[in-house]
């Protein structure tokens, strides 16, 4: 039922019931007695406006009358002096108080009910009830004064003249006596509002009411306190008339609101009530199966809160109802667990006995979560829910920042000592993260986050925990990016949580590429991001480097070129919010990198990626692991230890997830190779994996393979397990991909040395068909391994590559004209090399750097050699008439002319057998295959319609010396230059 209003900061006597009488000697000593209190209760709340405050009044709990003393006077000179004045507005006014007694003289009439009247109602329950004739045979009534008294009060009709003064009459009365039974009360209520119902009001009626207005308040201030003590009085003897958990239940719901009142007074009576009830149920609780209680943690948790309650008295009411509260609940469980037998028990009886020894009583109930550590031993996973989410409710409803401090206190204890016996969490995390943005007070919401990191360290909780923080739209909002910032974790449970959010992340990338990300990825990297920043759990970070960056990387990968469309959030996440373009997948993971790096003090690797815009290598689709490379060898190069542990790490993590996961671990693992520790690798690690990768369809791991192979060849234990893949490599040179060809290069180079004849001879016919490729360094580097395979040719076995070398003249000699001063170098260079094997002593004009057209001479002196070397062994004609349609002009010109100039050394009596029909516009086809920078069709005719003057003019004097020859057959003309 509802309560009254009442005033603040007001206390009842009914919280203390003595174990043998009401009147304990604990009431004595502590301050004004009940009745004192109740008076100044109900003067702050009804009277303080409208009767100035008097003299406190005294109590005499033996009579159960008011009494106030005065200077040469006793009570009831008093009472008698008050009452003659109510008549008067103006005395009642006055300083005087007037206080209307108790009905009755002895001690009934008090809130707390002597134990032996409640004996005595227990073995009669019926003496609780009233009959017709307890009421009649009250002195001064009779039944037909009630009947008749109550038609007035009932009728619906205007009332006579006659009967408002009756009303009038009665009212008056009641200011000139005493009211002593419920009867009169009653009376004097209805009285008072039929006559404030009449209408319409006469002169008299509203003269009556206005005049004794003050009268009327002041009456109604003490039928108020006693209405209060009956409901109390009530409420006690229904407990001990049936003294069942059931009756508890129904009266706590119906309190409950009261409890949790934000008015003081309300809350304060509330709380006495509940104090009186609890009281009687420990003393004759009645405990048979089955024991219905739904409410236990929410009502231990509600009168705990209470103990903390800033308003001195309610605090003290609700230590005494948690005092009995708690032999109550150390009942109802030791019938539950078998009278005590149960071990959970034992444990929870030893506790509370500890805890009770360690605080006095007056201690103990002033800090509510000392209450909590009794408590919670005794509740069950649903009671702990309870508690829990009242607890929640109070650190939101309360407004005293003590109190709401108490309820934080409170919370984290019963989560620290209850530990795994919490059965759902996920709705103690929805009830938390909800309440973060309303709750400001910063001592508060340090407690609500420390409540989350107890509950997040226990490694039972700790995916549940995770898994509901990250059901959240993010970027998280400044509420949830504080609390995985400041998590409050005990050192040895940082890692074990850092691990399980980061397993989160790992578990998406074993998923198919072809589907939406999960949510979840990037819930998990933006949570990532704000620990980073948040610092709480550096160690951890610190210990989980290596699986923390190469996981981010692969994140990175994931996401590029993917906007929040791409990724499968849960529906309903973003009700009524617009997710900005801006807010990217890549975006949080690369914002995670980044702050990875600087959190664990990679400074100068972040600096290196800042520089060479590493960082928008990364986000690119095709530059992906150029910018992992240039992360990896930064971290060789700064942190050689750090990078050691990612190496590995990434042993076991290469074959996991899917290709995009793979790539980038092995693009970062491939760099590490160059640490001198790859050595330590089994075989089965390192150039097994790499073999495999070889035959991999994938043309990005063959060359991740061959850029691990170089790393590995350096050493020189590792190179006969890598000689047995030469075939494999050789076969690479024929790849169209520019990176392949020339990373098998530069392997072969390094084992050219050991190579058998006819693997060597293979590579050099394979090698000639690069001359001339267009792609320059592929070009140079395929005449320098063709230079080195002619050096490590034996000796025994130069007449088998003799042929070879003398077909590579004619093209190392045209392309040391090559535009590309490298490419041009590198044939000089060659050309020297395949001289000494020839044992030919090259003249000095061959590494002219002009172009021969400039110095023909020169030009001349070179062709005189090699016609005069040559002769017999190969055509240099043909030969050279094959470069005459090469795609780079340098070389077409020099063909040209080289052509002309050779005129002068060819055998006659040849020219005379053949003609020079075939010089000027014979069709050579030409095997593109063979050689790829050489043009379809040749002859020199065609040439002087080239766009080019300088080719048209060499090839029209070249022609006319062909066609002179060929004119003066019986002669050898010299042919000026």
Known sequence: MPLPYRGRGSRLASSRVASTSVHSPRRAGRGAPWSSHALRLTRRRHSSEQVPPGPEPQADFRSGKWLQEHAGGDARDSQQTARAGMGSRHRICSQEEVVIPCDSDNDSGSVDLQLSNLEDIKKDPSSLELTDSDIFDITGLSQESFIDSFRHLTQQGPVSEANVERLIQSIQEVFNGELQSEFEKLTFLRSLSSLSQTLPYDETTESFIHSHITDIVHVLNCLYRQTFQAFSEMLQSLVVKDPHLENLDTIFKQMDPWLQSTKDHERERATASMAQVLKCLSRHLSLKLPLRFQRLGHFVALMALLCGDSVTEVAEEAAEGMHCLLHVTLRLKCTIYDKKNHPNLR?????????????????????????????EAFLNSNELFQFVMTTLDGLENLKHPCTQKSA??????????????????????????????????????????????????????????????????????????????????????????????????????????????????VAATDALYEVFVGNRLQAATFRLFPQLLMTLLIQIHHSIGLTMSDVAVPSGLYTGQEMSSEVTPLCFAIQATKSLLLRTLCWQEFNIMEKNKGWTLLEGKECHLQGVSLLANALLERNHLLAQKVMYLLVPLLNRGNDKHKLTSAGFFVELLQSPVARRLPSIYSIVRL???????????????????????KHQDMREDIRSLLPCILDLLCETDEKIVLLAIQILLQLVGTMDFTTLTAMMKTLFTLFGDVRSDVHRLSMTLFGASIKSVKYTDKKGVENQVLDSLVPLLLYSQDENDAVAEESRQVLTICAQFLKWKLPQEVYCKDPWYISPSEAGTVCKFFGKKCQGKVNLLAQTLMFSKNAKLPIRRAAVLFVGLLLKYVDCSELRTKGTDWIENEIISIDLHLQPGFCGHLDLKALLHDPEPSLCIIASQALFRVQKVGAEPDSRQSIPG
């Open 691 to 713: 073999k495999d990768w070889l035959h991999h369809g994938n043309r990005v791991f063959k060359f991740l393979a061959l850029r691990g192979l170089r790393y590995l060849i």
């Open 408 to 521: 934080g206190e409170l919370l984290i204890t019963m989560v620290k000592n209850a530990e795994s016996r919490f059965e759902k969490v996920p709705e103690i995390m929805g009830v938390i993260c909800a309440r973060l943005s309303i709750i400001s007070q910063p001592r508060v919401r340090r407690q609500i986050i420390n409540t989350v990191s107890l509950f997040i360290s226990r490694p039972k909780y700790t995916d549940i925990v995770i898994g509901h923080l990250l059901c959240h739209p993010v970027p998280y909002d400044r509420h949830l990016a504080e609390l995985w910032r400041t998590l409050e974790v005990e050192l040895p449970s940082t890692t074990w949580i850092l691990w399980r959010l980061l397993r989160k992340l790992q578990k998406c990338h074993n998923e198919p590429t072809h589907e939406k990300m999960a949510y979840v990825a």
């Open 347 to 375: 444990r929870a009886m030893k506790k509370c006995q500890e805890l009770l020894e360690l605080y006095s009583i007056k201690q103990f109930y002033s800090c509510p979560f000392k209450i909590a550590q009794i408590f």
